[in-house]
């Protein structure tokens, strides 16, 4: 099975419990760290998300992967709050911060740049308009996007 496969299979397992639990899964990652493979979810909910909750999905997972079998090598399963620098994927996350500080980086350069900050105007689902700096306004193409955050940093 294909890298891309597998974490289509693994969001869906893994979407399935959450969706019993009243969970949001914001991210997954499975990757080599250190010399091992890591399978990192982050998780929330309305509220935010406790370490005994995060503990509890750990087992449920962990116990539907093994039944599964579709993870072939040893593996560590990490469960986790997104915490203050949360990424955002889907057009919900980009809502829920609008008029807040962003940090947003893109695939391709866009007006000859690759890094944006500054408070995000507003969303639709193709793309995304940031205020940088309070110069002036951009507009990126949310397919461009490889990596979105708040910029929690603006918030201390």
Partial sequence: MNDKALLDNLKEIISGIFVEHNIELVDIAFKKEGGKKVLKILADADGGITLDKCTEMSYLIGEALDKRDIIMENY???????????????????????????????????????????????VDKDSITVLEEGLYSVTIPVDKISKATLDYKSLI
């Fill in 76 to 122: 560590v399963l990490e469960v986790s709050s997104p915490g203050l620098d949360r990424p955002l994927k889907k057009p919900a996350d980009y809502s829920r911060v609008i008029g807040k500080n962003i940090c947003v980086y893109t695939y391709v350069p866009i007006n000859e740049k690759k890094e944006f900050k500054g408070i995000l105007e507003s």
